[in-house]
């Protein structure tokens, strides 16, 4: 997927916020995904940085852009990211008059939610556990968990005085902590890629998820990713919560076959084979 912010739909606030550079030019900038379309990446993802401008004039011009897409091109947006300004080095939300509080936030993603239905909704490790934990319940579907901001972050542990983080990161929480907590919620942490691997995007993939389709492949996929996560990656203790989940799961999977060549497959899984996709 082809992601690119807008940040602000605002073009007075867009270009006082980027006076010089390549990316001055607002209208070259708000019709990237339009050339991106048109250049045969077919899986776009759009977003804002609520808090720039009024939260009213960004969110209809997001939800704009969507529709937009879908009219000219007949595929909406894969996902729409929904970052605001939160505190980092040198930056206080003080200093933004629009920045928007949890509340807003949180009806910002139910009513996205409700207005484009088969877009994956993502957030990030800016937010804390406690917002984050609301969001899920409101339409959210895609969450990172480790997430370093800084430069070479993953790499090189930084020292707090030479801090180039892009943002404060507010749950701090390692990907095993975030999968452990996703299971004690009920959810199933996915790993799954299997879409984008076997062509399923553009208008493929729009039409198996306006038509409730994807679901066929997306439990199975879910619960044979996961299987490989606990294997390879996962705590004890995180491994036997997902272990559960996984037994308590495939009894949903609604077709009988579907079902038996998931349990087969888990155990190939187990016996070391990886990859196995729907």
Same mark, same amino acid.
């Given at each position: 997927?082809?992601?690119?912010? $807008?940040?602000? %739909? ?23 995904? @339009? ?19 009024? %939260?009213? %004039? ?15 091109? =007949? !595929? ?13 080095? @040198? ?6 008059? @629009? ?20 877009? =994956? ?9 406690? !917002? ?79 038509? =409730?389709?994807? $679901? ?42 579907? $079902? ?10 187990? $016996? ?7």
């Amino acid at each position: 997927t082809y992601i690119l912010f $807008q940040e602000t %739909y605002s073009k007075e606030h867009y270009e006082a916020l980027h006076p010089t550079g390549p990316k001055s030019n607002y209208a070259y900038h708000t019709e990237a995904m @339009d050339r991106a379309m048109e250049g045969g990446i077919d899986d776009v993802g759009i977003g804002v940085l609520f808090g720039l401008n009024t %939260y009213r %004039y960004d969110f209809v011009g997001l939800l704009m852009h969507a529709e937009h897409l879908e009219a000219t091109f =007949g !595929v909406g947006p894969h996902t729409i990211s929904v970052p605001r300004i939160c505190p980092a080095d @040198d930056i206080s939300t003080e200093d933004f008059p @629009d920045a928007i509080s949890d509340e807003m936030f949180c009806r910002i993603v139910a009513v996205t939610r409700i207005a484009v239905p088969y877009t =994956g909704m993502i957030i990030s490790t800016r937010e804390s556990e406690a !917002v984050r934990r609301q969001v899920l319940e409101l339409g959210v579907s895609q969450i990172s968990g480790g997430s370093r901001t800084s430069v070479g972050g993953y790499a090189v542990p930084e020292a707090k005085e030479e801090d180039s983080s892009q943002f404060d990161v507010s749950d701090r929480r390692t990907l095993d902590e975030v999968v452990s907590w996703l299971l004690d919620l009920g959810h199933i942490p996915s790993f799954c890629t299997a879409c984008y691997r076997e062509g399923r995007t553009g208008d493929r993939f729009m039409s198996l998820c306006k038509s =409730g389709q994807i $679901q066929n492949c997306c439990l199975p996929n879910a619960l044979m990713t996961l299987k490989e996560y606990l294997i390879d990656y996962a705590s004890p203790a995180t491994r036997a919560l997902g272990e559960k989940m996984i037994q308590q799961q495939i009894g949903e999977i609604p077709k009988e076959k579907v $079902q038996q060549i998931v349990r087969e497959r888990l155990v190939k899984i187990e $016996q070391g084979e990886r990859d196995f996709r729907f």
